[in-house]
C-alpha cells in the first residue's frame, strides 16, 4: 500500500486500499466510488482500454482535488487512485474513497472528485474495439481524435 | 533548452512521447505553432498546456529548463 | 463470503465482499457506502456500539431496498451487508454497493439505500458512553429510551 | 400459540427476547395491549408490528402458530 493519498498505479486498483486511508474517529460516513471499465459504451463492445498518465502531474491534480473537497466540506479526508496501462473489461480503473463525520457530505464530496478527475486530472484513456482504437478525446465522449483515418464528421466535432 | 512532453493521441501523431526545443524566453504559443508545423500535429491546438506540471496559458513565457507538456482534453476516471 | 446479496453478519466487514457482488461487464460505475462507528456525536464520545437486529426479517427488508433500487433506477446490481454485535470505533456497521452503468445512478442508488435502510430495517442501535447506555430510537438521533431513568424532556421527545 | 419477540430496549425492559402467548384470532392491537400490561413496557405503543416477518396493521388478525415482533423505531446504518 502506498504511503501517499493520491497516487497512479499500474497495477490492479484494491478500493481497501483507499478506505483504510480515510477511515478514522471523527468519521461516521466513508463514500467510495469505483469507475470500472464497461463493455458496452453507445451500443459499441469495447475489448479494452488502455490509460496513460502523465504520472507526476496527475498526481498533484489528484491532490488538488482533495484539497478542494477539504475547502468545500471541512471535516473530509479523501484518497483517490487511478490505474494506467491496459485495462480488461469489469477492471477498476479509478477509486475514490471520502470520510466525512456525516453522509451527506460524503456523497457529495465523492461526486464531486469524480467529475473533477474528468476535469482537470492528465490522464486518457484508449478505446479497443474489434473495429479500430481511439484515444477518448473528453469526458462526454462526444469529441475524440481517431488514430486512424478520422471521419468528415469527426474533424468537425473537433 | 526546453523539454516538450506530448501525450495520448498527440504522442501516437508525432512519433515522440518527449523533444527538446533549443530556446529560452519564448511564449508556449510560439512554441506550439513551432511544433505544430515541425510534427505535423493538427489537434495541437486543442491541448492545454502546462509548463513544470502546472496549467499555464498560452502568453506564459518558457525558458530553458522548463518542462512543455501538451495536455490533449483529459479521459480518465 | 457469502452466496446471497443481503446478509447480516457478526464478523468485520469487508467492503470488499460487497464490491466484488456488482461488479459486472455491464456497470461502469460502482457506488459503495460505508457506515462506521464515529467517537463524538454531538460532543459526546461514544466507548463502543452494539447493535442488534431481527436477523431473518432484517435480511429480508434488505432485499426489498435493492428491488426498489431496481425497480427506481433500471439496470443496478446491489449487494448489502450489517454487521451486528459490540462494534468499536472506526469498525463498520454497514456497507452497500451498487453497480450501474453510468455513476449518477450509482450515486443516487446508494444514497436511497442508506436512507432506506435507517427507515425500515429492524436493526437496533445501543449507545455505551461514559456515564450510561442508550438504545437509539430513530435515525435522526432525537428520540431514544434510557434504559436508566428517562429525564421529563426525553419522556415527552418519545 | 403465538410467538412474541421482543428486540432492544423492549427486550432489555422486559427481560425477555421471546414469549409465547395462549391466543388464536386475535388483533395485533389487543395481543399488544395484553402484553404492555404483563410485561409493563410503556414503550410499546412506539413500536412497529411484524407479523411473520413482514410489517403489519394494528387490526391485522393473528393466529396460533404465527410470530409477532415489536419493532421499536430503528436505529440502523
Not at chain 1, 497516487?7 to 478514522?24: N, Q
Not at chain 1, 498518465?53 to 482533495?66: D, H, T
Not at chain 1, 475514490?96 to 464530496?109: G, L, M, N, Y
Request: glycine share 6%; aromatic share 8%.
Amino acid at each position: 500500500m502506498m504511503a501517499k493519498n493520491y497516487w497512479i498505479t499500474e497495477e490492479p486498483i484494491d478500493p481497501g486500499d483507499c478506505i483504510e486511508k480515510v477511515v478514522r474517529n471523527e468519521a461516521g460516513a466513508v463514500n467510495t466510488f469505483i469507475g470500472t471499465v464497461r463493455e458496452f459504451t453507445k451500443g459499441k463492445r469495447t475489448l479494452f482500454l488502455e490509460y496513460q498518465a502523465y504520472v507526476p502531474m496527475a498526481e498533484k491534480k489528484l491532490a488538488q482535488i482533495g484539497n478542494e473537497i477539504k475547502e468545500k466540506w471541512g471535516n473530509a479526508h479523501v484518497a483517490i487512485v487511478h490505474r494506467i496501462g491496459r485495462l480488461e473489461i469489469t477492471d477498476i480503473a479509478v477509486a475514490i474513497a471520502v470520510s466525512t463525520p456525516h453522509r451527506a457530505d460524503a456523497f457529495d464530496a465523492s461526486r464531486y472528485a469524480i467529475e473533477r478527475i474528468k476535469e482537470i486530472v492528465p490522464i486518457w484513456k484508449k478505446e479497443h474495439w474489434e473495429d479500430g482504437t481511439k484515444w477518448i478525446g473528453d469526458q462526454q465522449e462526444n469529441t475524440s481524435y481517431d488514430t486512424r483515418i478520422p471521419s468528415e464528421e469527426e474533424m468537425r466535432d473537433d | 533548452m526546453i523539454s516538450v512532453l506530448f501525450f495520448a493521441e498527440l504522442q501516437e501523431t508525432s512519433g515522440r512521447d518527449k523533444v527538446t526545443v533549443e530556446a529560452d524566453g519564448v511564449s508556449v504559443n510560439e512554441l506550439k505553432s513551432r511544433l505544430a508545423s515541425t510534427y505535423e500535429l493538427p489537434h495541437l491546438g486543442h491541448a492545454m498546456i502546462a509548463v513544470n506540471e502546472e496549467y499555464s496559458q498560452e502568453d506564459t513565457v518558457v525558458n530553458s529548463g522548463d518542462v512543455v507538456a501538451f495536455i490533449p482534453p483529459v479521459s480518465g476516471g
